[in-house]
Structure formats: C-alpha cells, structure tokens
Nanobody, 118 residues
Framework: VQLQASGGGLVQAGGSLRLSCAAS????????MGWYRQAPGKQRDLVAT???????TYTMSMKGRSTISRDNAKNTVYLQMNSLKPEDTAVYYC?????????????WGQGTLVTVSS
C-alpha cells in the first residue's frame, strides 16, 4: 500500500491550499482516509477523515475552514484548506485505515509540508 501526498507549500495567512493523496490500491478497500498533521515538537493530530460512506470528521480548529472529499474512481482523497493561519503550519500526512482481523491498521503517506506565513 502506497499513499502519495502532494499539494503542500508556502502560503500567506488567509490563503488556501488543496492537498491530494493518491492511494496505490482502490480507496474503497479502506474504511476511511484522511489527513493528520504534525507541527515541530508536537504530536501528530487528526485534521480530517472521510469514510467510505462519505461521512466526514474534522478537528475543531479546521471546521468551517476545510473540506475533505474523496474520488473513489481515482483512489484519491483531497483536503481543501481555506483561511489558513500560521498555526496551521505543519507536515500533513495522508492516512488510510482499514480493519484487518478485528484490528485497525493504519497506512501513512510521506507527508507534505504546509507553511503559513503571517
């Protein structure tokens, strides 16, 4: 399983970015796909996830500023982020989660850096 993340970069506060994550296998094979982020010196935290049924979950700080979507035909999940703030600066990791023999298994992409300047 490979997850290829892209779309990070440098943006000014108030700007927008769209992250993409392409999976090497059918996205329908995963129970959910999503994005996590890790700022320097901090733990990796959830940003947003979306299930196979299209149910989206967002961390409180990104609600109203981001939209997660998936294109199952392209095995790709997207994260549209708007009104970005300097505190959104982090490495963003794509995640795919599936249930295997009663246990959740997580797959991770390589991460893409998002830098928001003030």
């Amino acid at each position: 399983v490979q997850l290829q993340a892209s779309g990070g970069g440098l943006v000014q506060a108030g700007g927008s970015l769209r992250l993409s994550c392409a999976a090497s296998q059918t996205a329908l094979g995963y129970n959910s796909m999503g994005w996590y982020r890790q700022a320097p010196g901090k733990q990796r935290d959830l940003v947003a996830t979306i299930t196979n049924d299209g149910i989206a979950t967002y961390t409180m700080s990104m609600k109203g500023r981001s939209t997660i979507s998936r294109d199952n035909a392209k095995n790709t999940v997207y994260l549209q982020m708007n009104s970005l703030k300097p505190e959104d600066t982090a490495v963003y990791y794509c995640n795919a989660r599936t249930l295997r023999m009663g246990a959740w298994v997580d797959y991770w992409g390589q991460g893409t850096l998002v830098t928001v300047s003030s």
